[in-house]
């Protein structure tokens, strides 16, 4: 099969997958499926080598991350449930104050609270933003409300443990350890310098309360009532089911003590440690054998799921304990049923040799590769609206040109995330939900998280092409 050929099959079937979900609101399974089904048969695999790719890149993906993803939900949603969220954001303001308020949001999001579901995050964490925006000063909600959105979809792509990042990191091999180190190097800078743009943007001018924010009466989101219901970000539920439910399991939480915030956190940021520990371990090749156990991230992550249930039981009592756990076990089967059909249409495509071809027409220049890679994906998310499944294929396309150019896969895993944060809009479920939260109009939500997000994508790009150049 010539090249040309292979080339137009995977342009067809990625835009019909587009289409299906977007024009024919078509499940992203399904329509993930039939893609990687007509790519396969299409570009010479045949049924047996379809099918193989099509399974095989689930169970490959879910043996690299399901156990991860799982984990990380089910403490997420302990953490919710037990109130740490909203006492985070208190001691904040307390100790940080007013003016470093919208930086100390956004880095703590962006990294202490990447175990949190995205769209249960977006439900806690909104309507405090809010509420602090009007503690702050000049322009305050819109201020605080971006700034929380950067720091929520920076941290989902680039920080470990958010959804994004495993699946990523799963996809293209990379090292946990590896993932959360420059991750982490990537987003906290991009999350401080974006911020700070926005901080100057709505200051200056870029915010008209009578036209971004709803009056009182209709704050709680008639726009959102009669919206859509698009796909999130993360390609998760609708909105108002996501929001009704969090909201319902807070009202109904008897707290029967009152543990340290610091306790209820430690658990989970221990494992991160843990896991860190692992790839300094790794990096100075140095093995011991009990330590390398409890540092392999599944490992690491049970052990901070296990603490985590502890302290939330002595928190909020076994009952509610219990119901947190059976949410977070609900949520975390339709994240992994996604992003394991997005590892199938992964392998599908590497199967197919499309590395090999693609590889012939790049430089062996690290930083053209990774705008491409940018590119891919900033186009697969305005299209179909999810930041998970259009980081996921970006990175599948692009994947084998990695070992070709001698380019850490690391780095074009950091570059499809920072382009599956481009224009997230009307299509994201988050969008909407972030909307019925706060209080904005439509064009409120388009300034600060559309713009605000779109910003810190172009800012993330400019952070990693020269770090990839410089840390090889």
Known sequence: MTNSLILLNTAFAILAAVLLITRFRVNPVIALLLSSSYLGMTSGL?????????????????????????FGVLAGSLLQRSGAIERLIEALLKHIGPKRMPYALSVSVATVLQSIFLDVLVVIVAPLARGLGMRIGKAGTPRMISAMAIGMEVGVVMVVPGIAT?????????????????????????????????????????????????????AAGSDAESAPGPRGSSGTQPAKSVASSAVASETEVTTTSRPPL???????????????????????????????????????????????????????????????????FRESGQILILNGVGGSLALTIENIGLGDILGRHFSASTAFPLLMVWVVAAILHIAVGSVSISAITAAGILAPL?????????????????????????????????????????????????????????????????????LG
């Not at 049924?47 to 991350?65: N, S, Y």
């Not at 690491?300 to 509610?320: D, F, M, P, Q, S």
């Open 402 to 470: 990695a070992p070709m150019i001698g380019l850490d896969a690391v780095w074009i895993a950091l570059a499809a995330g920072a382009g599956s944060l481009f224009a997230i809009h009307v299509t994201s479920n988050t969008f909407w939900l972030l909307q019925s939260l706060t209080g904005l109009t439509t064009r409120g939500t388009l300034k600060t998280f559309s713009a605000s997000v779109s910003v810190a994508s172009v800012v993330a790009i400019a952070v990693i092409v020269p770090l990839s150049m410089v």
């Open 166 to 218: 495993l699946a990523l990191a799963g996809v293209l091999g990379v090292p946990l350890g590896t993932m959360l180190s420059l991750g982490l190097l990537v987003a906290v800078p991009t999350t401080v310098i974006s911020v700070a743009i926005m901080q100057f943007v709505f200051r200056h001018g870029w915010w008209d309360e009578s036209k971004d924010e709803l009056p009182a009466s209709a």
């Open 262 to 328: 610091v306790l209820l956190f430690a658990p989970v940021m221990g494992a991160l440690g843990l896991i860190a520990t692992g790839a300094i371990l790794d990096i100075v090749e140095l093995e011991i054998a009990p330590l390398a156990f409890v540092c392999d991230p599944v490992i690491a992550l049970l052990v901070g799921l296990i603490g985590t249930i502890l302290v939330t039981r002595r928190a909020v009592g076994k009952a509610a304990m219990d119901e947190a756990l059976r949410n977070g």
């Open 46 to 70: 045949g049924v047996d080598g379809t099918i193989e790719a099509i399974t095989r890149g689930f169970g490959d993906l879910m043996a690299e991350i399901g156990l991860l993803v799982a």
